[in-house]
């Protein structure tokens, strides 16, 4: 039973270039979270999705951050016109229904030039 | 707010010698609180859940309880692989609401 997936492991983008950060979340489990980690700080939590559906994104920077969640394929983090202050680990995490407990994937660490 | 704090945030351990690790959370209304385990360049493992003040969880080494304020993670006869940054986290809305961690170094 394989777990949370995230691809790239290491993405490294100039400023100004997009980064796209992919998430497969456990078999079974119908709910997307994407979490920051910046370097001495906490998980941030950016956002929350079901299928077809973001639920909160309360987390989300206004600007140049989106997120999505097809019926088919993996949930996508995109961050446009990237710049220094985006370089960070970006967790996806996911958890079945009715449940609090989210699984974690390995990380995407995007380093900005 | 909801807001986690957690205490201290390092901690150096000598193998085999028991301490404790704090969590002092305050939230409107109590949903789960919840233990993870973060190793360098990982993703966060999932430890525990507790729900309610009294309630405790076991896993080998690591005992976590709960009270109306904090959580502890109790650390018994630790050995060097349980070195890791521990994090704690309370249900906050939809999401977990993570405090930054307490970082434990275990030595030989």
């Known amino acids: 039973n394989a777990g949370v997936m995230q691809n790239p492991r290491h993405l490294v983008r100039r400023r100004g270039q997009e980064a796209r950060l992919r998430c497969s979340p456990m078999?079974?489990?119908?709910?997307v979270y994407w979490y920051r980690q910046l370097p001495e700080e906490g998980l941030k939590f950016m956002v929350y999705?079901?299928?077809?559906?973001?639920?909160?994104e309360s987390g989300m920077p206004k600007e140049r951050f989106s997120a999505e969640f097809p019926k088919e394929g993996p949930s996508i983090l995109r961050i446009q016109q990237v710049v220094r202050g985006d370089s960070a680990a970006y967790f996806c995490?996911?958890?079945?229904?009715?449940?609090?407990?989210?699984?974690f994937g390995e990380g995407s660490r995007l380093t900005v030039l | 707010e909801d807001q986690v704090t957690q205490s201290p945030e390092a901690l150096r351990l000598q193998e085999g010698e028991s301490s404790s690790l704090n969590c002092s959370y305050t939230v409107s209304g109590l949903r789960g609180l919840f233990w993870y385990r973060q190793d360098p360049g990982k993703g966060p493992e999932f430890l525990f859940t507790?729900?309610?003040a009294g309630e405790e969880k076991e896993k080998e080494r690591l005992k976590a309880t709960l009270t109306k304020k904090e959580s502890f993670l109790h650390i018994t006869a630790p050995k060097p692989e349980d070195s890791a940054t521990y994090l704690c986290a309370v249900q906050s809305g939809y999401a977990l609401n993570f405090g930054k961690g307490t970082s434990l170094l275990v030595t030989p």
């Open positions: 995490a996911s958890s079945p229904p009715l449940t609090g407990e989210l699984f």
């Open positions: 078999k079974g489990h119908s709910h």
């Open positions: 507790l729900y309610s």
């Open positions: 999705l079901q299928k077809e559906n973001i639920i909160d």
